[in-house]
């Protein structure tokens, strides 16, 4: 029988997750009833190869997306590296160790090579058992969307993104424990993933969810990029790590060809069998009838097992009400999950948009038809082209207390730097228009020919006489100096502790080739003050909070820097900015975050524990932090 640790075991999980570390591999390989570990693979001799990328079969999506009878499979390139068994590459590590029946899997060697010095797929056209049941695949799956993921990161910021901890590699454990839930855990530096019993009694592992694995992993890369999002504050911030993996993993899945074939025969089922299968009609590939594919041809197969672990993001947010209604004050979407839906449904809404306008501008390959593989092409690359401008913007978020408005006005600006003519895909525009329909304004009202894009700060009066160049673009303690040297233009707050977080020198490449090389620095300010002293900030402390109370007020500015060391944009959140300041206060005083007895352990292992259980705000007062 599978023995469950209990919904709240996730710490205890991770401490013996982590003492696998210390256990001889070779000397575990005890089975499960219901999973059997694959035979070890005999050491093949390493060899050179100038191969850059490795090929590795994935599932797609999740083993329910089926085509022509067999779980849907893809081959995806990853950064070729010097694997240990495992695999244990230079950023990743899985370690499959099973809490709930003391097992430990036999790693992978995943080292061998074919002919020419390339690598071979040790599970190429592998079987839908094996799929299924082969811990070994399971493992290859969750590396090869770990990487996946973390080499797109890499490629749309220009740089290595490190993981949010200490550590250069991540601990992936694909069989956790039995249970319907998977997390990340910043203090073990883990991404853990449980299985359960599906309707069917047949097992349903969370690690071979495609959009699963990488929203664990995207929470990991977006921890390190901006450490502060996890901060208590305004109810998007809390919401925001969740929407955002959510749309990072949803483009993913949308990036690959299969996926989009899928949504289109969704589409086409109507359609006479019989027809050229080369041609598809154009009114099953308009707005409308895309957006119902996504909803009914995909959302309803991926939401039947692991609802529980992913939630319904893609269902409830394209379901949502595509008009000005301002959600922004619905009691109903202050829970974090179900904010986050509201972020999802503004970009996957833009998403669809972006397609259907570029089929408008295809000629008919026969009356009243396109070219599918046009259509199919078309729809992975805009996803693949938002999933760049929606990965960049987070150099252009200000560095604490991000607003939905935030977001939208850094993913603007961030994709007109590089893409000054967007005529092709209209990105920014679908964008702008699909967060409005949503009750979502950009924060700034950006220029004639860019609206919402951030201002630049070319207007600012700066000094660089006492800084220099080259020092400026890699070293905090020499932004500091230029921060403190210009605390008043830059709207620094005077008598706060302020510190800069990291300093990033980037160069991002652009779909024509354009190289732009910047540098990204990240400053953060608090300061801690009674509730009584909150007047001389121009705050009041909200209706009954004692005067005792102690309350953090933070600020933060992301300094954008160009080539020369001539500084572009500063994006911030002031402590000095009262209104948003009295909004955060306000807010977490209503809902309890100043009861210290509430505040859990494991933010994000709490947030999908809710997330499963379909807990409401009222029940969850003060965990979302």
């Known amino acids: 029988m599978w023995r469950s640790l209990g919904r709240r075991r996730d710490e205890a999980t991770i401490r013996i997750l982590l003492k696998a570390r210390l256990m001889p591999r070779s000397t575990r390989s005890s089975a499960s009833p219901s999973v059997s570990p694959s035979r070890s693979r005999s050491r093949t001799p390493s060899r050179r190869t100038e191969s850059r990328t490795r090929p590795l079969t994935i599932v797609a999506q999740d083993p329910s997306i089926v085509r022509d009878g067999r779980i849907l499979t893809a081959t995806v390139d990853v950064p070729a590296e010097a694997l240990a068994a495992g695999p244990w590459g230079h950023r990743v590590q899985i370690i499959d160790y099973d809490a709930s029946t003391d097992t430990l899997y036999k790693p992978l060697n995943a080292t061998a090579h074919g002919t020419g010095g390339q690598f071979l797929d040790p599970y190429a056209n592998a079987a839908d058992r ?23 990161f890499e490629f749309a910021l220009g740089r290595r993104v490190s993981w949010g901890f200490g550590s250069h590699q991540v601990k992936v454990a694909p069989h956790a424990f039995a249970d319907a839930n998977a997390f990340y855990s910043e203090r073990d530096e883990a991404l ?75 589409s086409g089922k109507r359609r006479d069998t019989k027809r050229d299968r080369r041609v598809i009609a154009r009114k099953y590939v308009d707005h409308e009838q895309l957006r119902e594919s996504i909803v ?10 692991l609802s529980g672990v992913r939630g319904q993001p893609l269902r409830r947010s ?5 008009s000005p209604r301002h959600y922004r004050d619905d009691p109903d979407f202050l829970e974090p999950h179900r904010r986050g ?108 020919t860019e609206p919402g ?15 220099h160049f080259e020092s400026l673009t890699r070293d905090p303690d020499e932004v500091f100096w230029f921060i403190w040297e210009n ?17 990033r020198p980037c160069l991002r490449i652009a779909p024509d080739g354009f190289a732009l090389r910047e540098t990204v620095a990240e400053f953060y300010q608090v300061i801690k003050v009674s509730a009584a002293e909150l007047p001389r900030y121009g705050l009041r402390a909200p209706n009954g909070m004692p005067r005792s109370t102690v309350v953090s007020l933070y600020g933060g500015n992301a300094l954008v820097f160009d080539e020369y060391g001539q500084l572009k944009y500063n994006i911030h959140n002031n402590i000095s900015d009262s209104v948003r300041q009295q909004r955060r206060l306000d807010y977490l005083w209503r809902y309890g975050f100043f009861n210290a ?18 807990a409401t705000l009222e029940r969850a007062t003060g965990e979302e932090w």
């Open 487 to 503: 605390r008043r233009a830059l709207e620094v707050f005077d008598g706060a502790y302020g510190r800069v977080l990291s300093v």
């Open 130 to 152: 094996t799929i299924l049941r082969d811990p070994n695949f399971h493992a290859q799956n969750a590396y090869a969307i770990v990487m996946r993921t973390l080499a797109r």
């Open 192 to 266: 853990v993933f449980g299985y359960f019993p599906g309707h069917d009694g047949a097992l349903v592992f969370s690690c071979l969810s495609h959009d699963v694995v990488a929203h664990e992993t995207t929470h990991a890369l977006l921890d390190g990029l901006r450490t502060r999002f996890t901060d208590p504050s305004s109810p998007d911030q809390a919401a925001f790590h969740e929407g955002y993996a959510d749309v990072v993993a949803l483009l993913s899945v949308f990036s690959l060809t299969g996926i989009v074939e899928y949504l289109i025969d969704y």
């Open 341 to 448: 839906e509201i972020l999802v449904a503004a970009v996957l809404n833009a998403f669809i948009s972006i397609w259907s306008h570029r089929l408008e501008t295809l000629g008919d390959v026969v009356p009243g038809h396109l070219d599918r593989r046009r259509v199919v092409e078309e729809g992975a690359a805009a996803a693949d082209r938002l999933l760049t401008m929606v990965i960049r913007a987070l150099d252009y978020t200000p560095p604490v207390r991000i607003e939905f408005g935030d977001f939208l006005s850094a993913a603007l600006t961030a994709d007109a730097e590089l893409q000054l003519d967007d005529s092709k895909y209209h990105l920014r525009e679908h964008l702008r228009e699909s967060f409005e329909l949503f009750g979502i304004t950009a924060a700034s009202r950006g220029t004639a």
């Open 453 to 467: 894009t951030w201002r630049a700060a070319k207007a600012l009066k700066l000094s660089f006489s006492r800084t």
């Open 296 to 305: 009914f041809g995909l959302a309803e197969q991926m939401g039947s097992e």
């Open 597 to 614: 007895e509430q505040v859990t352990t494991n933010r994000f292992a709490e947030l999908h524990l809710r997330r499963a259980m379909g």
């Open 318 to 322: 394209l379901a949502l009400s595509r």
